[in-house]
């Protein structure tokens, strides 16, 4: 987990020292009160009985335990608070990174795979209960054991030394006993409960398809008997812990008997030794979680490994480290001189390509669903390596410009958008943060479709959740076309941008976008199934597909 925190930059740092800090002054003040407590009222029974009752000074004690009792509900609380915005902090710097890592490995626009996705979801997870399931109670535990052992040892030394031995028994040996007894069977509920969720991924990702051929039933019922086998391998290593938990107590039991043996014998001070007894009992209760404990701290160790792989993975081959990589002010003219395109590794080659484009064009990409005419668009924006050919911007070969220096020029729309849950306005400034709302408002009536936002009840205010989107399919496209417009592209790719619309409005929308690109040196390159005779500057076309290289 270390490595993990460092590879991020140590965010957070002071707010994690201070609920280590918080948390282990929560395990000391609770065993401090339970040992006051007991020293307090057997000390005043054996003043009273001893009739020394009137001279007993009971403010002393009285204010120790109310301050100790006030410190332990202040730090557990603090701890709880300071230790969760950690936490989020931590996360909040983790879950960008990782899918940028991704981002920068993939080809094209696929998304991730639902079992990476859970395999994801699993470690960051594990990896953020890291702190609150395993370090903080760390700290916790080892407070409370360190406050217990000094009233041990205050009592009497004999009864220290078997105090410390139930210490390391209940805190140590047993749980590490246990640990590597089970990891075996730790391994295996992980690994069912990893394939749950795989699973449950799949069936939520294609519940459509899957309904259309009515097979959810089935799907559904594979998905319950992974989780039901998951949950009882967890309940089986529950048990465990429960005997490990038996143990602790038992252990408690004797080291407490043995100190207040001691004080009754008069080897010890008897109100000390009560002290001792009750605060060795609330420290090996606490040291009953050190099987959960390590058991979480091998799991978080292993899912924050291997994210810390995921970060530190190298960006795609065909992406030039950024030391060696030439800055690009520009993209045209855009040469492709017998490029070949592959939309996967090992795939057959698509080409050969010759084709240029230049500022002002408009060029239309031809070809039936599956010939390359997404591959090719998404080896233009570098999201896919050239499998052959050469590629240039502005006379620079593709091999030395990073993705992120083309893509400052270059926009696409596809014709399934997406859109983040949140208001439509802050769905448009993803383009540009900085936008203003002239740039939006213009963008909008370009894409034509001002008309519908105006008279949606929320207007710009209007919000998408999760899943459900307030617009149709239409008008969906049009707002992702407005979307690429606010971060003005010299080149905009259009993936059948006037596909489902009537005549007019798609004469209105060929017309507009035509005139956008017209102005400031910007060009479009529109994929279409046939040649869209609205695009009336057209000045070049692609036809796909090429015959594959074999």
């Known amino acids: 987990m270390l490595e993990l925190w460092r590879l991020l930059g140590r965010p957070a740092k002071g707010r994690l020292m201070l609920a280590l800090i918080l948390s282990a002054a929560a395990g000391a003040s609770g065993v401090i009160l339970l040992g006051l407590s007991g020293?307090?009222?057997t000390a005043a029974a054996l003043a009273g009985l001893s009739g020394g009752g009137h001279a007993f000074n009971h403010l002393y004690p009285s204010a120790g335990v109310r301050a100790s009792a006030f410190a332990r509900v202040l730090?557990?609380?603090g701890e709880q608070l300071v230790g969760h915005d950690a936490t989020l902090g931590l996360s909040a710097r983790l879950r960008p990174q990782l899918f940028a890592a991704a981002a920068r490995s993939r080809r094209g626009f696929a998304p991730m795979a639902a079992a990476d996705l859970s395999a994801i979801t699993d470690d960051v997870d594990a990896t953020e209960a890291g702190f609150l399931r395993v370090i903080s109670p760390l700290f916790a535990i080892a407070a409370s054991a360190a406050v217990a052992l000094g009233f041990a040892f205050a009592a009497d030394l004999l009864g220290g030394l078997v105090a410390l031995c139930a210490v390391l028994f209940a805190g140590g040996v047993l749980p590490w006993r246990m640990v590597r007894a089970n990891r075996a069977d730790t391994a295996v509920s992980a690994g069912l409960l990893r394939s749950a969720r795989e699973e449950t991924a799949r069936l939520v990702e294609n519940v459509v398809e899957l309904d259309t051929l009515d097979a959810v039933g089935p799907a559904a019922g594979r998905a319950r008997d992974r989780l039901e086998a998951a949950l009882a391998a967890d309940a089986r290593n529950e048990i465990r812990?429960?005997?490990?938990?038996?143990?602790?107590?038992?252990?408690?039991?004797l080291a407490a008997l043995f100190l207040i043996w001691r004080g009754v014998i008069g080897q010890a001070d008897m109100a000390l030794s009560v002290a001792a007894a009750l605060a060795v009992i609330a420290a090996l209760d606490a040291a009953a979680s050190m099987v959960s404990?390590?058991?979480s701290a091998s799991d978080s160790e292993q899912a924050a490994s291997r994210l810390a792989g995921r970060i530190a993975q190298p960006d795609a081959d065909w992406n030039p480290p950024a030391e060696d990589a030439e800055p690009l002010a520009g993209v045209f003219p855009v040469v492709a001189e017998n490029l070949m395109v592959a939309p996967a590794a090992g795939a057959d080659p698509i080409g050969p390509l010759c084709f240029r484009i230049e500022a002002g064009d408009l060029v239309q990409l031809v070809g039936r669903s599956g010939s390359g005419k997404t591959t090719l668009a998404e080896t233009l924006m570098r999201l896919q390596p050239m499998s052959g050919g050469q590629l240039t911007y502005r006379g620079v070969p593709a091999g030395r410009i990073r993705m992120a220096n083309i893509l400052e020029h270059v926009a696409y729309t596809p014709q399934l958008p997406a859109f983040l849950p949140g208001r439509l306005i802050d769905q448009?400034?993803?383009?540009?943060?900085?936008?203003?709302?002239?740039e939006i408002a213009r963008a909008l009536k370009t894409a034509c479709a001002e008309d519908f936002v105006n008279a949606a009840p929320g207007g710009l205010e209007t919000v998408f959740a999760e899943g459900d989107y307030p617009f149709s399919g239409g008008e969906l496209r049009r707002l992702a076309i407005a979307r690429a417009l606010i971060a003005d592209p010299r080149l905009l790719i259009l993936d059948e941008p006037l596909a489902g619309l009537d005549t007019e409005l798609a004469d209105k929308l060929a017309g507009n976008l035509e005139r956008w690109a017209a102005g400031k040196g910007r060009s479009l390159l529109v994929i279409v199934h046939a040649i869209e005779p609205r695009f009336r500057s057209t000045t070049a076309t692609i036809e796909l597909p090429c015959v594959p290289v074999r």
């Open 293 to 295: 404990v390590l058991s």
């Open 75 to 77: 730090a557990r609380y």
């Open 39 to 41: 020293w307090f009222l």
């Open 428 to 438: 448009l400034r993803l383009a540009n943060p900085l936008a203003g709302d002239q």
């Open 241 to 253: 812990f429960q005997r490990a938990s038996v143990l602790t107590g038992f252990a408690g039991a």
